[in-house]
C-alpha cells in the first residue's frame, strides 16, 4: 500500500462514519474495511462487522493502511472502494463546477447539493479529483450518494446533459438571484475558485449574480455555490 | 520574534493583499510590515512603501519572520497589528457565534458578513481566537473592517446588545428560513460546528430552521451562516 495517488482505481473512506456511508450507499463498489489495532471492539464495531458479513466485504487488521493514509489521531477505520462512474441523471437538476481546483471544496460543495436534494455533479476537467480522499471526507459521504460524471469540456457536457436550463453564476452577470426562477431541470454553473467562469458563459443560458457589498471582492466558492442551491431548491422543502 | 500564540498582543496578516487591508481598514492598529528578501521592488512593492510611509508604519527588511510565521511560499509580506477590540454597534444588524471551534470557518463567516453589510460580530466564549492568523487569512482582510466583540455569555451579549430581534439558527427551530420575515437589527444567531446551539435557544426570539433534505446530518456551519445572511440581507441588495 502506498499513499494515495489520482490515478489509482481505488480511493479511501478514512473515519468510521465515512465507510458506514461508504458500505450504505456504495456497497456494489466496497472492496475493504482496515481496521486499526486500536479499535474498541463495542457496538460500532459490532455493527460494522455484520454489514461487512452481509455485503461480503472483507475486513483486515492492520495498522499500516493508517500510517500511510490518515495523519488525523482517531482514525480507526478506513474504507477502501473502487472509484466509480455513475453517468448524470438527464431529467434531474445538476450542479456544474467548471475547473474546480480545491478537493475539500468540492467535497464540501457535495454535502451542499446532496442537503438540498441535488444528487448530480458534473465537473468540466482541468479539475481537480474528485476521488481523493480529501474530498471523500469534506463531501461527508455524500459522495457514495451522488452520481458524479467529469467531461473534457463544458460543450461535452451540454451535448450529454439533455434539454435543461442553464445558470451561469458570475460576478458580470445581470440577473440578480433574488430574482432568478429556476424551472427544472436546471444545471446551476460556477467556475473556478480563483478566476470564476470565463465571459463566453454570458452566453449560456441565464447568467445570474448574488449580490452583495463592494467591501469584498466575492464570495467563497462554497457559499455560492449553496446559496444558488439553497435558493434554487427552497420550493421543494 | 516567537510562534503566534493568543495570549499576545499582536497578531499577523499574511501576505501583501492582507496586509493592504489591514492598512487600508485598521490604520491606527498597525504597527509594522515586513518584506521579504524575495519580494520584488514592483509597482505593488511602491504603493505599500508609500502607503506605510503616510501612515508612519515602519517596514522591516528581514526574511526571520517568514520562517516563524508563514508555511506558504509567496509570502513575501507579512503585516503585524495590534489586536483591537471594538464594541458592536447597538443599532446594526450582527452575527453572534457561540462557541465557534474552527479559525477557518470563523474568517469564513467574517468574509460572508461583509460581503451581505453585516459588519458586527459578537463571539460567545469559549471560543476560538478571532485573531489568530488563520482567522485572519480565512476572512480575507474582512475582520479589519469589522467590529468583532467578545463576550462571556450569551447573557452578557444580550445585556449589551441593545433592543432587537433575535433569529438563532437550530436543527429543532419550527420557522423554515423561507418563510421568515427578519425585522432590524438582527442578530443572527449559530452555533458550535459539532453540537449547535443548546436547546434553551429554543426560548430565545425566533428559532429558525434551513430545511434540507435527511440525506446530510447538517450543512457545514460557514454554509448555514452564509445562507441566513443572503436571506435576511436580501432585500438591500
Not at 12 to 29: D, K, Q, R, S, V
Not at 137 to 142: D, F, K, T, V
Not at 209 to 229: M, V, Y
Given at each position: 500500500m502506498k499513499r494515495y495517488k489520482r490515478e489509482d482505481p481505488v480511493s479511501y473512506a478514512l473515519g468510521i462514519t465515512l465507510t458506514f456511508e461508504m458500505l450504505n450507499y456504495a456497497p456494489e463498489h466496497s472492496r475493504k474495511v482496515y481496521i486499526h489495532?486500536?479499535?474498541?471492539?463495542g457496538e460500532s464495531f459490532k455493527k460494522l462487522e455484520e454489514l461487512c458479513k452481509k455485503l461480503n466485504v472483507p475486513m483486515e487488521f492492520s495498522d499500516k493502511p493508517f500510517n500511510i493514509?490518515?495523519?488525523?489521531?482517531?482514525?480507526?477505520v478506513i474504507g477502501e472502494f473502487e472509484k466509480f462512474r455513475r453517468k448524470n441523471d438527464k431529467n434531474a437538476d445538476h450542479v456544474v463546477l467548471v475547473n474546480p481546483s480545491n478537493a475539500g471544496n468540492m467535497g464540501t460543495i457535495m454535502r451542499s447539493a446532496t442537503g438540498f436534494g441535488v444528487t448530480d455533479l458534473a465537473i468540466i476537467k482541468q479539475?481537480?479529483?474528485?476521488?481523493?480522499p480529501k474530498t471523500v471526507r469534506a463531501s461527508m459521504g455524500a459522495i457514495f450518494r451522488m452520481n458524479v460524471a467529469e467531461y473534457d469540456s463544458f460543450e461535452d457536457y451540454e451535448r450529454e446533459a439533455g434539454n435543461r436550463s442553464l445558470y451561469p453564476f458570475m460576478l458580470?452577470?445581470?440577473?440578480k438571484l433574488p430574482e432568478t426562477e429556476f424551472s427544472s431541470p436546471f444545471s446551476l454553473i460556477m467556475g473556478n475558485?480563483?478566476?470564476?467562469?470565463?465571459?463566453?458563459?454570458?452566453?449560456?443560458?441565464t447568467s445570474v449574480i448574488i449580490p452583495h457589498s463592494d467591501r469584498i471582492d466575492s464570495l467563497n466558492i462554497t457559499i455560492a455555490a449553496s446559496i444558488a442551491l439553497y435558493e434554487a431548491t427552497k420550493k421543494n422543502f
Amino acid at each position: 500500500m502506498k499513499r494515495y495517488k489520482r490515478e489509482d482505481p481505488v480511493s479511501y473512506a478514512l473515519g468510521i462514519t465515512l465507510t458506514f456511508e461508504m458500505l450504505n450507499y456504495a456497497p456494489e463498489h466496497s472492496r475493504k474495511v482496515y481496521i486499526h489495532s486500536s479499535m474498541e471492539r463495542g457496538e460500532s464495531f459490532k455493527k460494522l462487522e455484520e454489514l461487512c458479513k452481509k455485503l461480503n466485504v472483507p475486513m483486515e487488521f492492520s495498522d499500516k493502511p493508517f500510517n500511510i493514509l490518515s495523519q488525523k489521531e482517531n482514525c480507526y477505520v478506513i474504507g477502501e472502494f473502487e472509484k466509480f462512474r455513475r453517468k448524470n441523471d438527464k431529467n434531474a437538476d445538476h450542479v456544474v463546477l467548471v475547473n474546480p481546483s480545491n478537493a475539500g471544496n468540492m467535497g464540501t460543495i457535495m454535502r451542499s447539493a446532496t442537503g438540498f436534494g441535488v444528487t448530480d455533479l458534473a465537473i468540466i476537467k482541468q479539475a481537480v479529483d474528485p476521488f481523493d480522499p480529501k474530498t471523500v471526507r469534506a463531501s461527508m459521504g455524500a459522495i457514495f450518494r451522488m452520481n458524479v460524471a467529469e467531461y473534457d469540456s463544458f460543450e461535452d457536457y451540454e451535448r450529454e446533459a439533455g434539454n435543461r436550463s442553464l445558470y451561469p453564476f458570475m460576478l458580470k452577470a445581470k440577473k440578480k438571484l433574488p430574482e432568478t426562477e429556476f424551472s427544472s431541470p436546471f444545471s446551476l454553473i460556477m467556475g473556478n475558485e480563483a478566476t470564476g467562469l470565463p465571459d463566453s458563459f454570458l452566453n449560456v443560458g441565464t447568467s445570474v449574480i448574488i449580490p452583495h457589498s463592494d467591501r469584498i471582492d466575492s464570495l467563497n466558492i462554497t457559499i455560492a455555490a449553496s446559496i444558488a442551491l439553497y435558493e434554487a431548491t427552497k420550493k421543494n422543502f
